[in-house]
């Protein structure tokens, strides 16, 4: 064989490897995709990339300083950085997530006029603090996505917070036949106040459907920051929502069953920007860098980063959010004003979620809120990742975290409060998309509830919280 003919050879070969992987790369890529599945977080960083630090201060020094909890730190060089950190909010978040040691937990918060992050954890059974978690954007945001839904239909689909929707079939589900349902003579109703409270699927639905429209829906998840690169001070993964053409699938998506998936900082952004009006800060964890001799070096300084709604757009959609801790699916965690100190001083504005998602299955329970209302100060997310050792919510990470910024006496979890002992999240055997997860309770009294359930029908475990649906996946699982 001649050497041409070899190297003819050679490139043949060649080009067919590259075939072949490339082949092998879009069919999983497409499996996938099909699977609708999330992996659960790995140790590494995100994959967006970052910036050069200046001043002898590197992303791992960073990622060291947030591993520890720790707000200063001196640098090699002599130098000092301080961080934005809230010690006793950023070691309080920690110990509580210890205490009940979740699947993951996983929490940001952040001064919305300033843009300062004031906590950033993320947190793995067993003790173990992984920065990264709060920067992935790997977690389906549920019903989350209502908070965008509305602020669409108030200032694109021309719908006030009172407008009522009718539904049908219960407030969770959502049927094709549902969307277009119309009003008649015994046909519930519901204001669009109360469907954020409540996280009626059924009423967001219709909303997304008939006032909303898929353009319009990801023109805003465009406005909030999805599918953007967010600059901050390390590598953020970009949030990333898909809005399906099909009329059924819009309506599921606008609910809160597609595929959309948000990093916890950035639903601090979302909040903080609700919470001021609409404008979104920028969000900055390094605040200051010293000299030894202490000149400074760098000091951050408040910038937005983009306009999302209106101020009137955004003002309606906080104070519908309030509903939500007052009567809604934070009801019971929060309690009332006689309860709860903190509520007696100020109005807190609050959004829950809930999804079933991974292999093997875990629940996600989303808190997304802001304080007080009207001069809002703290903006944060919660996420608790449970399995079958289930113990709290994202609500109460919340409550708590608000409690400890705003310097009120910490609280038990609605379950723990009213019975202490140990307690096992389970899920009963029902028909797909109906009930709630049940609670369980190692005691004689639990016992006996726990036979009773078994000749009743299943009963939601939490007052006002939403009844799971089925989405993607046969094992799929969502609420409010």
């Known amino acids: 064989m001649t050497r041409r003919a070899g190297g003819k050879m050679f490139r043949r070969v060649m080009a067919t490897g590259i075939l072949l992987v490339a082949g092998w790369s879009l069919a999983t890529a497409v499996a996938a995709g099909d699977r609708h599945q999330l992996s659960p977080p790995t140790r590494s960083a995100p994959d967006s990339g970052g910036s050069a630090f200046d001043h ?43 205490r009940f040691d979740p699947l993951f937990g996983v929490f940001a918060a952040m001064e919305p006029d300033t843009g300062r992050v004031v906590a950033l954890v993320g947190y793995r059974r067993g003790g173990e603090s992984d920065p990264w ?19 669409a239909a108030i200032e694109r689909g021309k719908v006030s917070p009172q407008d009522e929707f009718s539904y049908r079939g219960g407030i969770y589900g959502i049927t094709r036949g549902g969307i ?9 109703k519901m204001t669009l106040e109360e469907a954020i409270a409540r996280s009626a699927n059924a009423v967001f639905g219709k909303v997304a459907v008939n006032h909303v429209g898929g353009p319009v829906l990801e023109e805003y998840l465009a406005k909030f920051g999805f599918d953007q690169k967010i600059p901050f001070d390390l590598p953020v993964e970009t949030s990333r929502g898909t809005v399906p053409k099909d009329e059924y699938e819009l309506a599921r998506t606008g609910a809160g069953f597609g595929e959309v998936y948000v990093s916890p900082l950035h639903v601090a952004m979302i909040m903080s920007a609700i919470a001021s009006g609409g404008a979104m800060p920028r969000p900055v964890l390094i605040d200051r860098i010293e000299d030894r001799d202490g000149m400074a ?22 104070r519908m959010m309030v509903k939500t801790v007052e009567m809604g699916t934070s009801h019971r965690t929060f309690g009332t004003p006689e309860r709860t100190p903190l509520l007696h001083d100020m109005d807190v504005a609050g959004k829950t979620g809930s999804l079933s998602g991974w292999t093997p299955s875990v629940h996600f329970e989303w808190f997304a809120g802001v304080a007080p209302v009207g001069s809002p100060r703290l903006a944060l997310s919660a996420l608790v990742v449970n399995d079958n050792r289930w113990k709290i919510k994202g609500s109460y990470v919340g409550k708590e975290a608000f409690n400890s910024y705003f310097g009120y006496p910490s609280s038990l979890p609605p379950v723990y409060a009213k019975a202490r002992g140990t307690r096992k999240w389970t899920r ?10 049940t609670v369980k309770a190692k005691s004689k009294k639990g016992k006996k509830a726990a036979k009773a359930r078994k000749r009743a029908p299943a009963k939601t475990a939490e ?16 609420g409010g």
């Open 180 to 188: 277009h349902a119309r009003d008649g003579r015994g046909i519930p």
């Open 463 to 478: 007052k006002g919280a939403g009844k799971p649906l089925a989405v993607n996946s046969s094992t799929a699982r969502a």
């Open 56 to 98: 002898g201060f590197t992303p791992a020094d960073l990622h060291t300083l947030l591993q520890a909890g720790r707000p200063d730190g001196l640098l090699p060089n002599g130098n000092r950085v301080t961080l934005s950190l809230n010690e006793e909010l950023q070691s309080q978040i920690i110990a509580l997530f210890r």
């Open 297 to 318: 070096l760098f000091e951050s300084s408040p910038v937005k980063w983009r306009d999302t709604v209106l101020p009137e757009t955004a003002n309606a959609v906080v």
């Open 428 to 437: 009963p055997a029902r028909a797909a998309g109906k009930g709630e997860p």
């Open 133 to 151: 978690l709060p920067l992935k954007a790997i977690y389906p945001a549920a019903s989350l996505i209502k908070v965008i839904t509305a602020s």
